[in-house]
């Protein structure tokens, strides 16, 4: 092996990307995103179905950059080392629809995999909880992955399919800058208070996201492929970034806490920013999301990095979150956070219909991976 690639292959390794997330989702925090939430796959996509008025919570609608910096990274990473493959397989309406549950679970924890870690390294309690749950659902999904669970092999496509969700996201950031100069009450929208109104300027945030995407793509860093690969074949390579990334962001928690007046960190369970502390809501909507990532193959984050690479299934599941948060926000399937109202503390957590929805979509979760694995897998 050359130098140069030796060189590559240390750079572009899951230490040295959960390194760069670890570092920069604190400073996105400091730059102006919500607490906590200085990168979270789940709560962009739906921000940016509110920034589409696909949902009518006026809160969280903001078209965020990070995401259109994640797949053009993974997309710039493909082509750069010419892996860049437009392909597509099977069940696509399966797939959105576990696009569709994926999002509902997350919005019932309140956040997507690399957001329980962030919110662990800033002293949210309530994150250990949500990734017990996303650990447990792994596993439920890791008994039909050893049953043969599949559906169905990519093949090669015509480019337009590879393409589609990079020249999408790129029309949207477009109309981002230009519609605000176009008149006044035309879509995107853009949250006045709350989570979506918190933002880091517009050209930090896509640069982060494209620095990620590059690194992402090139070190297939991604969550639920960490938990995956130790349990199946004691694989812990993914796993290392996981690490890394949980103490460089809690190291920049604590440095960005001594050097500006604001709080970065606070161990608790109650009142964590953009949170909830109903212990057993916050676990099952993780089992549910930690279930479908699996049967769908990969975190939201590595979707949008397959979608990158001109992978269309991946393109498919990340249309079923954005429909899925459209879903959440108009039928109140989402959980609410906890607050402080007159000095008391007032839990939130999901409505009945987000309980409810949960429950159907593990169950439904559950059939796709019967239906779909050993002798009752068809086709």
């Known amino acids: 092996m050359s130098k140069g690639k030796k060189l590559t292959k240390a750079l572009f390794n899951p230490i040295v990307t959960g390194t760069i997330i670890g570092v920069l989702a604190p400073l996105l925090v400091h730059f102006g995103n919500p607490p906590n939430m200085g990168i979270c796959v789940a709560c962009f996509e739906r921000d940016m179905a509110g920034a589409m008025g696909l949902h009518r919570a006026s809160v969280v609608q903001y078209f965020r950059p990070e995401i259109i910096g994640f797949v053009l990274g993974a997309f710039i990473a493909a082509i750069v080392w010419k892996e860049w493959k437009s392909r597509t397989g099977s069940a696509p309406l399966v797939r959105f629809s576990l696009g569709v549950f994926a999002m509902i679970g ?45 559906l169905g092999r990519a093949r090669p496509s015509m480019p337009a399919t590879g393409l589609m969700l990079p020249v999408l996201l790129t029309a949207g950031l477009l109309l981002t800058v230009l519609v605000p100069k176009i008149g006044e009450g035309l879509a995107f929208f853009s949250s006045q208070q709350g989570p979506g109104s918190q933002h ?4 930090i945030s896509l640069f982060i996201g494209i620095l990620v995407g590059v690194f992402a ?115 109140g399937l989402a959980a609410i956070p906890d607050r402080i109202v007159e000095g008391s503390l007032i839990t939130g957590g999901p409505a009945l219909p987000g309980m409810v929805a949960v429950g159907l979509g593990i169950v439904f979760c559950l059939g796709v991976g019967f239906s779909c694995s050993g002798k009752y897998r068809r086709g």
């Open 106 to 150: 997350a919005l019932v924890f309140l956040g997507c995999p690399w957001r329980a870690l962030l919110r662990l390294a800033g002293g949210d309690l309530n994150a250990v909880i949500g990734l017990l749950g996303l650990a447990a659902g792994v596993v439920l999904g890791i008994g039909f992955l050893r049953r043969g669970f599949n």
């Open 217 to 331: 793509q090139r070190s297939r860093f991604c969550t639920i492929g960490a938990i995956r690969d130790t349990l199946i074949i004691r694989d812990r390579r993914l796993l290392t970034g996981i690490i890394a990334l949980v103490i460089t962001a809690f190291a920049t928690n604590l440095l960005l806490s001594v050097l500006t007046d604001a709080t970065y960190f606070r161990l608790s369970f109650a009142a964590q920013p953009v949170a909830h502390s109903s212990y057993l809501w916050n676990f099952a909507g993780m089992v549910l999301a930690g279930l479908a990532f699996v049967l769908s193959g990969g975190c939201p984050g590595r979707q949008l990095f397959l979608s990158g690479e001109g992978d269309g299934d991946a393109a498919v599941f990340v249309l079923g979150m954005i429909a899925g948060a459209a879903l959440a926000h108009n039928f």
């Open 200 to 203: 880091a300027p517009l050209l």
